[in-house]
């Protein structure tokens, strides 16, 4: 069955909420730019859990990026959802986060203030709505750096140990 036949048959079943914050952002990152709404589960996997009773349908917003991190991905519930995100996240800007600078850039003050910036809101996103984690699952990630390696260790519903070189 294809999206359109999907958004037909099962779109009525998912409601809107809000896990994390009642507010218009990211439910994953927390950004409150280019807002889409995702299905959770995804409204072309609907089919195989529409008998599941344990399986809430909603509706969630979520930015661009982080939609496409989960699209078509069979992770029925929100939980497995947003920590996958926060893992694919973790590991596309896991360079950016052990060094923020570059070899041959010129250091002048803007450069700086913008880099700055730039890492905050990664940190920022990265971050988002793990302080509620509590209300999620119990779940824990540590960063380890090793010279130019980034390894990611988890526990939890998504345990996983893996290596980023930089």
Not at 34 to 44: E, F, S, V
Not at 59 to 75: D, H, P, V
Not at 148 to 158: A, D, E, K, T, Y
Request: hydrophobic residues 35%; contains cysteine.
């Amino acid at each position: 069955m294809d999206r359109k036949q999907s958004m037909a048959v099962y779109n009525s079943l998912y409601k809107k909420e809000y896990p994390l914050i009642q507010d218009e952002v990211c439910q994953c990152c927390g950004i409150t730019s280019d807002l889409q709404i995702d299905h959770c589960p995804a409204i072309t996997t609907a089919h195989l859990y529409v008998r599941n009773n344990n399986i809430p349908f909603i509706k969630i917003l979520l930015c661009g990026e982080c939609n496409r991190i989960a699209s078509n991905r069979l992770l029925p519930r929100f939980t497995e959802r947003f920590f996958t995100i926060k893992e694919k996240l973790l590991e596309r800007y896991a360079k950016d986060l052990v060094n923020e600078f570059r070899d041959g850039i010129d250091y002048s003050d803007n450069y700086l203030i913008e880099a700055d910036k730039k890492f905050e809101l990664m940190l920022n996103r990265i971050g988002f709505g793990l302080l509620r984690g509590n209300r999620l699952a119990n779940h824990t990630y540590f960063l380890k750096f090793h010279g130019n390696r980034l390894s990611i260790l988890g526990s939890g519903l998504h345990s996983s140990s893996r290596q980023t070189m930089m």
